[in-house]
């Protein structure tokens, strides 16, 4: 059982197709998969469920009890700002350490309009998730001007979708 | 007119401590500076001032206006999960380009517990703020085990203040 | 069978000591292992190793088939200038793609005489790493102040010992 | 007077073309210069010319006087294995500390065959030149599928020349 991860939570977004593009990817090779959204954050939470108000926001300690239940991950990443969104790391920065993230393992899907791909914002999470003890898979599949290949919900480039075909093969094996 | 950003929203903070502690250093040398604190973000501001959203949070935008009306910014930045606060990254997600960094300057101020003292949160943000357009202090100051140095909300540690002296030389001249 | 890299061509070093000190932990857990010694790149082979000279070096392929034949490699890493040690990334510029790291994996240890412990070194590492297909252990040790704990060539520090046992356990299993 | 560094010794290299071109976007913009050369590193330089043997190797010698000698340089940086080329590191790693870069400045140009452009490698020669004292100018231009664009010598490429353009006007006022 893997939990894809998608990683903005603007509304309607691309990470949102890709995560659920990647699902099907997950679905034909045999594996169940949930989609977590950071769109279904609580609307206040970086000031309720932080720091020293660590679990008094139920829905937030929903999401939090499905991170620590889990295994394993994808997180689907927009490049905002030359990194990853920061919602993302308000989110980590609410979970608790070490149940969240140690000793599991994730995968890190990147996409942009511009040409990076998210480049900077997947090293910026592998050293974040490598902190919190997480392995991340090494192929990081980078989608750089994400809006010409994303047609109606399906990846189209055939050098992505080669990409994300072995890191789906390698993933489930890692 | 430098404004210095305490970069998380937790309530009290040792990164508040700090940037007062900083203003007394520009004080000090002559210079005039303000303290900008994330803990004033708006509760809701990543659902209400983010992407499609933004200009709709006037709480929001008095932050964001004088972070245009701003030339310099020192931020002080606590380590947490191996990188700096999300909540300051989703904050800068909100902010406009170019307007609000494009052709500055900043210094940074790393802070932690243990003793990294946000080596890693440091060179995420230049990586950030350099593609962003801001041009960073090559001089940062970390200061590791932060609760054995700040005592009655001074840095009592020798070097630190040595380097935060030289920081503030260079970044006044920067 | 893992291979230690002691990544300086520095003699004599510190990370040749802790080469052989992590052979001794590997010893002690039942792993065979050999160290492979950035001192013994051939004086000249930034000049006749690289690039369209590749395989022209016999001593520099003789290390390179070394690296090709195995799986599991632990890098010890030394802080220079911020980063690790310029021989070894010019080392691995030498070396074949694919055959020497795709769908390997390593462990790695930074030492230094500051307060850093290579944390930079590290990430920058994991960057190329997982770029070349390798998977990176996310425990990752970081030992600052190295003169200080290594005593006639063993770690003393307890809490560096404790991550290095953990670190040996982990990579056995990854 | 600039001194652009050609960051790689391989031999011919689209490093020196680029570089080449930049020294007559610096002449046109009215600014003196002159390149620098990885591939003039004496062959044996990793094993006579740093750590406890800087200073006894006199072409490494000149080099390094060349460097202490200017106060700002320009990076041509081809990506080698997701990062800049091995031998500037260890060239970087036989310089004298601080009279090298400290308290200098530079601009950085990465170069890839692929579609990153060098953005991680230019990101770790930041993380390097700040730890050393020297300020990286914000705009760094990156030029992927760099052999697409450059034609006899010249950047042909609309975006990429605009980029050098606003690095070169910034930089001379950096």
Avoid: W
Avoid at 59 to 88: R, T
Avoid at 108 to 117: E, F, K, R
Avoid at 126 to 139: H, K, S
Avoid at 148 to 173: N, P, W, Y
């Amino acid at each position: 059982m893997i939990t894809i991860i998608c990683t903005t939570n603007r509304r309607p977004s691309n990470s949102r197709l890709v995560s659920e593009f990647y699902q099907t990817l997950l679905t034909t090779a045999g594996e169940e998969s949930t989609i977590m959204d950071m769109a279904d954050l609580p609307s206040d939470f970086t000031s309720t469920a932080l720091y020293e108000k660590a679990g008094s926001n139920q829905a937030f300690n929903s999401l939090m009890e499905q991170i620590q239940n889990c295994e394993k991950f994808v997180f689907v990443v927009p490049e905002y700002n030359g990194s990853f969104p920061g919602v993302l790391k308000a989110f980590i920065d609410g979970l608790k350490y070490p149940a969240s993230f140690k000793d599991k393992k994730c995968a890190l899907v990147g996409i942009s309009s511009g040409t990076q791909g998210g480049a900077l914002a997947l090293s910026h999470l592998t050293d974040i998730f490598n902190y919190l003890g997480m392995n991340v898979l090494a192929l990081k599949v980078r989608m750089p001007r994400i809006e010409a290949s994303l047609i109606e919900g399906k990846i189209t480039d055939k050098f992505s979708l080669e990409l994300l075909d072995m890191q789906v093969d390698q993933f489930l094996k890692f």
